[in-house]
């Protein structure tokens, strides 16, 4: 049975269930004999986590199969299952569709790679195309659990900052907690006028989502000031008012906020006084804070007044090859399986530094059969290739402050790590163009470094 049988009959199968990524792993793995230990070091997942996401899926399919399936006996109950679809199929072939038979169909329909949706946004929950980066799923998720906690995201654009919070919103709801998300790229640019009207559309938000009527002019007194009528709205009302179990507030996108001085040096500072007073009050343990955000050139920085030195930071990773490899056995590329595909696949994930989003989109590429991997990276770099457009808005962000375009100049001038100054080197690393150790820097990836070579090497000219 190829790869691309075990995937239909298992969809089909479990048709209102979706897998997730770590599913199709190990479905693939005990399809292939290994072992529970052979794929948690391979996955770098804990043995009993891995043995737990098989046994859940062996039940899944033997409730939905009406017998007992197992991991020793996978085959046969798969095998079995297609020969009855086949059986089955030949004769609605032979009724409708003449010579053509139906197991043909049927692999030509489910994988049809105008299905597999363009790379854009956070993945949903369940997606098969979520791949997981341990310990980040585990240890978000675990300290979510702890009283009074404040969790920061950070990470450039398209790392998956989004699809962590959601996942990590999706097990805080199924252990009971109330979610409150806010968006800030939602607010009107009026709501930033001041302190005082941010902080009365933020308690607003929350009330709303609380299913509390907002209240806020029996709480809200000029005289103790914004910052202390908000503490006080959500102390004496918002947590009183709700049942025992903790909220999460989720707060996604916050450089929003960053654009806005006058607000940031009081907003950010006041939720981690709030996040401080849960040590000493209990009605303050019921709030659980997550704040993400990147930063990008417009960012006024202050370096040396970090409103965050408390609570745990989460920075997401590349994806490391053999996370490349799963994504591209999501992507259906079965010739990334074993080792041979991953010596193909080591060329992309070096070009892109393993950056999640340029990943999916040369996946995307190479599932439609548009072009083959060799020529999706002789191309990467210039106006022909698939990423031509991500560069495009990189140039016009860094065209927008000529400091760090002469920085991003110094940077791919040499292959040698270049001293930078801490304020351009920390809104180039916020902007995914390159790592940092201190204030030296180097290009993320090939891909950024062959293409502003070429681009800002025209600019120079000029």
Same mark, same amino acid.
């Given at each position: 049975?190829?790869?691309?049988? *075990?995937?239909?009959?298992?969809?089909?199968?479990? &048709?209102?269930?979706?897998?997730?990524?770590?599913?199709?792993?190990?479905?693939? %793995?005990?399809?292939?004999?290994?072992?529970?230990?052979?794929?948690?070091?391979?996955?770098?997942?804990?043995?009993?986590? *891995?043995?737990?996401?098989?046994?859940?899926?062996?039940?899944?399919?033997?409730?939905?199969?009406?017998?007992?399936?197992?991991?020793?006996?996978?085959?046969?109950?798969?095998?079995?299952?297609?020969?009855?679809?086949?059986?089955?199929? =030949?004769?609605?072939?032979?009724?409708?569709?003449?010579? =053509?038979?139906?197991?043909?169909?049927?692999?030509?329909?489910?994988?049809?790679?105008?299905?597999?949706?363009?790379?854009?946004?956070?993945?949903?929950?369940?997606?098969?195309?979520?791949?997981?980066?341990?310990?980040? =799923?585990?240890?978000?998720?675990?300290?979510?659990?702890?009283?009074?906690?404040?969790?920061?995201?950070?990470?450039?654009?398209?790392?998956?900052?989004?699809?962590?919070?959601?996942?990590?919103?999706?097990?805080?709801?199924?252990?009971?907690?109330?979610?409150?998300?806010?968006?800030?790229?939602?607010?009107?640019?009026?709501?930033?006028?001041?302190?005082?009207?941010?902080?009365?559309?933020?308690?607003?938000?929350?009330?709303?989502?609380?299913?509390?009527?907002?209240?806020?002019?029996?709480?809200?007194?000029?005289?103790?000031?914004?910052?202390?009528?908000?503490?006080?709205?959500?102390?004496?009302?918002?947590?009183?008012? *709700?049942?025992?179990?903790?909220?999460?507030?989720?707060?996604?996108?916050?450089?929003?906020?960053?654009?806005?001085?006058?607000?940031?040096?009081?907003?950010?500072?006041?939720?981690?006084?709030?996040?401080? %007073?849960?040590?000493?009050? &209990?009605?303050?343990?019921?709030?659980?804070?997550?704040?993400?955000? !990147?930063?990008?050139?417009?960012?006024?920085?202050?370096?040396?007044?970090?409103?965050?030195?408390?609570?745990?930071?989460?920075?997401?990773?590349?994806? !490391?090859?053999?996370?490349? %490899?799963?994504?591209?056995?999501?992507?259906?590329?079965?010739?990334?399986?074993?080792?041979?595909?991953?010596?193909?696949?080591?060329?992309?994930?070096?070009?892109?530094?393993?950056?999640?989003?340029?990943?999916?989109?040369?996946?995307?590429?190479?599932? %439609?059969?548009?072009?083959?991997?060799?020529?999706?990276?002789? !191309?990467?770099? !210039?106006?022909?290739? *698939?990423?031509?457009?991500?560069?495009?808005?990189?140039?016009?962000?860094?065209?927008?402050?000529?400091?760090?375009?002469?920085?991003?100049?110094?940077?791919?001038?040499?292959?040698?790590?270049?001293?930078?100054?801490?304020?351009?080197?920390?809104?180039?690393?916020?902007?995914?163009?390159?790592?940092?150790?201190?204030?030296?820097?180097?290009?993320?990836? =090939?891909?950024?470094?062959?293409?502003?070579?070429?681009?800002?090497?025209?600019?120079?000219?000029?």
């Amino acid at each position: 049975m190829f790869v691309e049988d *075990i995937l239909q009959a298992v969809e089909r199968i479990l &048709q209102d269930k979706p897998l997730a990524s770590i599913q199709w792993f190990v479905l693939y %793995q005990s399809w292939l004999g290994k072992t529970y230990g052979e794929m948690a070091e391979e996955s770098g997942y804990r043995n009993n986590y *891995i043995k737990e996401v098989g046994s859940e899926l062996w039940q899944d399919l033997s409730v939905a199969l009406g017998k007992r399936v197992t991991k020793k006996n996978l085959h046969l109950a798969l095998n079995k299952y297609l020969e009855d679809k086949i059986g089955d199929g =030949e004769n609605q072939s032979q009724q409708d569709l003449g010579e =053509e038979s139906s197991l043909e169909m049927v692999s030509s329909d489910f994988f049809s790679a105008s299905k597999m949706e363009f790379p854009s946004g956070p993945l949903p929950l369940g997606s098969p195309l979520y791949i997981n980066r341990p310990p980040l =799923e585990e240890l978000v998720c675990n300290e979510i659990l702890y009283p009074g906690c404040l969790i920061r995201i950070k990470a450039p654009r398209k790392t998956g900052k989004s699809s962590l919070l959601n996942r990590m919103i999706a097990y805080a709801r199924e252990q009971g907690y109330q979610i409150v998300y806010l968006d800030f790229q939602e607010a009107d640019q009026d709501v930033f006028a001041s302190l005082d009207k941010f902080l009365r559309w933020f308690c607003v938000n929350v009330s709303r989502q609380l299913n509390l009527l907002p209240c806020l002019d029996d709480f809200w007194d000029t005289e103790m000031g914004s910052k202390v009528s908000c503490k006080i709205y959500f102390e004496a009302y918002l947590l009183q008012y *709700i049942d025992n179990s903790p909220v999460v507030l989720a707060l996604n996108e916050v450089h929003r906020v960053f654009e806005h001085p006058n607000i940031a040096q009081d907003f950010l500072p006041m939720l981690r006084f709030w996040h401080e %007073q849960a040590k000493q009050e &209990q009605i303050w343990q019921k709030l659980r804070m997550v704040v993400v955000h !990147t930063t990008e050139i417009y960012i006024p920085l202050k370096l040396n007044q970090s409103p965050f030195n408390v609570g745990i930071t989460i920075t997401l990773p590349p994806l !490391t090859l053999n996370q490349v %490899q799963n994504l591209a056995l999501c992507y259906r590329l079965h010739w990334a399986a074993d080792s041979e595909g991953a010596k193909r696949l080591a060329p992309l994930q070096a070009m892109v530094g393993g950056h999640p989003y340029l990943v999916s989109l040369a996946l995307y590429h190479l599932c %439609q059969e548009e072009m083959t991997l060799e020529v999706l990276l002789e !191309t990467a770099s !210039t106006p022909v290739g *698939i990423y031509s457009q991500h560069l495009r808005e990189l140039l016009s962000l860094l065209q927008i402050e000529p400091e760090l375009m002469s920085a991003m100049q110094q940077v791919i001038a040499t292959d040698e790590k270049v001293e930078l100054d801490a304020i351009a080197a920390y809104k180039l690393e916020s902007m995914g163009l390159v790592k940092l150790n201190g204030n030296q820097a180097h290009a993320m990836c =090939e891909l950024y470094r062959l293409y502003f070579s070429q681009q800002l090497g025209k600019h120079s000219a000029y």
